[in-house]
């Protein structure tokens, strides 16, 4: 996965005014008040890596796209406290959301996982009322075992995501970032999730290098068509201690500017955007891991340029 958080926890509280469809507002208007979700590392690993800390996709770092908080030695219960200090403090929030986010949470014994939900779910209702989970994984882990343990725990109350790395539908994209599995892996993950009480959410990637100028929007409409609800979008960009710093450096990797990812973000949700909800328009990362582009840094101006690109088709 690859999708990087603060303090444990996911902001999922822009503003009301929606000229589109905010998970965070689908959220508040859903349960009646401020949703966060809660970043959960069980070290789980995945096939692309060697251990936790070596190989993997070219973006990806020792940290597995998440806090890194197993690396770290937390516990589970140190990273709910962690990040419902945020959530609560800062966010002012109602209910929560438990996100198994770092490596790929399917990856593994089964037992790891039902195990560590089960203990996530009290440990986090001690603050708050748990409302919903997210599961991040790969495409070629999306098994039996893992499709009927996400629907058991679906309910109209509580709400349950299964988040796939997808990041491309190009297979040269695909094999450029090193991903160890092809596109047939993401249309059979979501075949077999067809007609499943839980929800699904891709994770996609822009500015890979040699793709199509349209290829975000191609993406989107691909599994939009195949059943996907929900959409992370995010740029490609470099973290230290990664292949991809060495494609950077090298100066064999051009991360996209600002203004064309807004642009490339914003014709997605102009002529998709009523068949998904956006679950993250733009990077959160910051400091000395980042390497490059530094404007992901200022969030809100990300944002800002891709809404002012929305307003102005719909004037």
């Known amino acids: 996965m690859y999708n990087l ?33 809660i970043c959960i590392d069980i070290g789980s690993g995945c096939p692309n890596r060697d ?15 998440g ?12 990273q709910i406290a962690r990040g419902m200090k945020s959530a609560l403090g800062h966010y002012k929030a109602r209910f929560c959301i438990l996100y198994f986010q770092s490596y790929s949470a399917t990856y593994g014994p089964p037992d790891r996982l039902v195990q560590a939900v089960e203990r996530a779910t ?68 979501l075949a077999d999730c067809e ?11 822009a ?17 939009l068509d195949r059943g996907v609800t929900g959409i992370k979008f995010h740029p490609l960009y470099v973290l230290k201690d990664t292949e991809l710093e060495k494609e950077y450096l090298s100066g064999r990797f051009k991360p996209l500017s600002m203004e064309d990812y807004a642009e490339k973000v914003a014709k ?11 679950q993250r328009i733009a990077a959160d990362v910051r400091g000395e891991r980042l390497i ?18 929305l307003m102005n088709t719909t004037v």
Request: glycine share 12%; charged share 25%; aromatic share 8%.
């Open 5 to 37: 958080t603060y303090n444990g926890v996911v902001d999922l509280t822009s503003g009301d005014d929606c000229i589109y469809r905010k998970w965070s507002k689908e959220l508040r208007d859903h349960f009646g008040g401020r949703v966060q979700k």
């Open 51 to 65: 251990g936790l800390s070596a190989g993997g996709c070219i973006f990806c770092d020792a940290s597995g796209g």
């Open 67 to 78: 806090t890194g908080a197993w690396l770290r030695g937390e516990s589970l219960e140190d």
């Open 122 to 189: 009290v440990e986090a209702g001690r603050f708050v009322p748990v409302v919903g989970l997210s599961v991040g994984t790969r495409p070629d882990l999306v098994s039996p075992w893992a499709v009927d343990y996400l629907s058991s725990l679906s309910r109209p109350d509580f709400q349950v995501w299964l988040e796939l790395g997808v990041q491309t539908t190009d297979e040269l994209g695909l094999a450029w970032l090193r991903r160890g599995h092809d596109l047939s892996s993401v249309e059979e993950a």
């Open 195 to 205: 007609g499943r009480p839980f929800s699904v959410c891709s994770h996609l990637i």
């Open 207 to 223: 500015g890979i290098p040699g793709e199509a100028e349209d290829q975000l929007l191609r993406s989107a409409r691909w599994l």
């Open 268 to 278: 997605v949700i102009d002529e998709e955007g009523h068949r998904f909800v956006v």
């Open 292 to 309: 490059a582009p530094k404007w992901i840094e200022d969030k809100n101006r990300v944002i800002a340029e891709i809404e002012s690109r």
